[in-house]
Structures are given as structure tokens and as C-alpha cells.
């Protein structure tokens, strides 16, 4: 399965790969997007020469998968999963790089609270395990459809939060209960924030 993602008006060239169970990302397309380079192949040599154990694992973190090329024929470049990508997005000294770089700071900050005091991570496992399915569940429809451009996977991930969302309510309904109450939700500083356009 391939699929074109958009970020803002950009295209990302992703495909899906079936043994691992995860999508894969054009690392050209997503270095040419965060840095409005007008050489990305020669921008990417600059960031592997930058970053010197980037360089040494790119092979890994960079495998060859087929997508369609700008001339419309397939051919095999380097793509990356989420890890790898936002592995790469460190490397980039660009402005609009900066948000994922906060993003990765606000996530990982919350991890380790959550590795120092457990309570918190059990307050979140509610809301987490709603939010986790309407991921599993916008995957599966994302698969299933194979939705092409920025309308149709926003309606495919608005399908995957309202089978959480209903999910949500009948266990509310069935326990009498809210999952996301004052009891269990986290102040702002501790939740994980959107990343704005």
C-alpha cells in the first residue's frame, strides 16, 4: 500500500509496509519540506556529515523502499519510519524544524516524570487506551481505504476518533463514570501538546 501524506500543502511520499506493520516516509520529501532547500540530495550529505552517528546508521535508519518518483515511474529511495524520520528532523537546523524538536522535548520530558513517579503514568492509562485506540483504529481504516490526499485522511482519522470516542461513552455510560475527570486529568505542562501549522 502507498499513500501521499500533506503537510500543509506539501506532499510526503509514504508507503506501507506489511511485515513490519508501519508506515515509511520519503526522507527527501520531508528534509525538502522542514528546510526549502533547492538541493535536498545535497542538503541530506551535509546533515550525515553533520551528525556522525546519524551518517554511521543511516543504512539502518534509512532503508530503500519503491514509491513513485516525480517522472511517475516507481524506483527505490530512502525512507524512514517515525522514528527514523524524527531521528533525522535533530539533524536539521531549520526554523521550521524547531517545532518537532519541542514537540520531541515535551514528549520525552513527560516520559521520564512518568518513569520517576508511576502515578502519573496510571492516571493517563484511561485516556491513553481511548487514544490509542482511535490510532489503531484511523490505522486500520487508513489500510483498508487507502485514502489519497489531505480530505480523505482527515475524514479517516475523524472515523478512528469516533469509534474511540464511542467506545468512550459506553464504558461511561455502562460504569457511571468519566474516564477524563478531575481526578485523572493531567495539567497542561503534563499533557502532550498538538503540533500547530
Not at 50 to 61: A, K, Q, S, V
Not at 81 to 105: N, V
Not at 124 to 152: D, W
Not at 158 to 165: E, F, L, M, N
Request: with cysteine.
Amino acid at each position: 500500500m502507498s499513500n501521499i501524506k500533506l503537510f500543509e500543502d506539501k506532499q510526503v511520499r509514504t508507503t506501507w509496509s506489511e511485515t513490519e506493520e508501519k508506515w515509511y516516509f520519503s526522507v527527501q520529501d520531508v528534509v525538502a519540506l522542514l528546510t526549502d532547500t533547492v538541493d535536498v540530495k545535497d542538503y541530506i550529505k551535509k546533515i550525515k556529515k553533520r551528525d556522525p552517528e546519524l551518517n554511521f546508521n543511516w543504512g539502518t535508519i534509512c532503508p530503500l523502499f519503491e514509491m513513485v518518483a516525480a517522472d511517475g515511474k516507481k524506483r527505490k529511495i530512502q525512507a524512514a519510519d517515525l522514528k527514523g524520520i524524527l531521528r533525522i528532523i535533530q539533524s536539521i537546523p531549520s526554523p521550521k524544524a524547531e517545532p518537532f524538536k519541542r514537540w520531541l522535548a515535551q514528549v520525552g520530558s513527560e516520559r521520564i516524570e512518568e518513569i520517576e513517579n508511576p502515578e502519573i503514568a496510571t492516571q493517563r492509562t484511561r485516556e491513553l487506551i481511548f487514544s490509542m485506540l482511535g490510532e489503531a483504529s484511523t490505522t486500520a481504516i487508513v489500510r483498508t481505504q487507502n485514502p489519497k490526499g489531505f480530505g480523505q485522511n482527515k475524514q479517516a482519522a475523524h472515523q478512528g476518533g469516533k469509534i474511540a470516542g464511542d467506545a468512550r461513552k459506553a464504558l461511561e455510560l455502562k460504569t457511571g463514570e468519566n474516564i477524563v475527570s478531575e481526578n485523572n486529568f493531567l495539567p497542561e505542562k503534563m499533557s502532550t501538546k498538538r503540533l500547530k501549522k
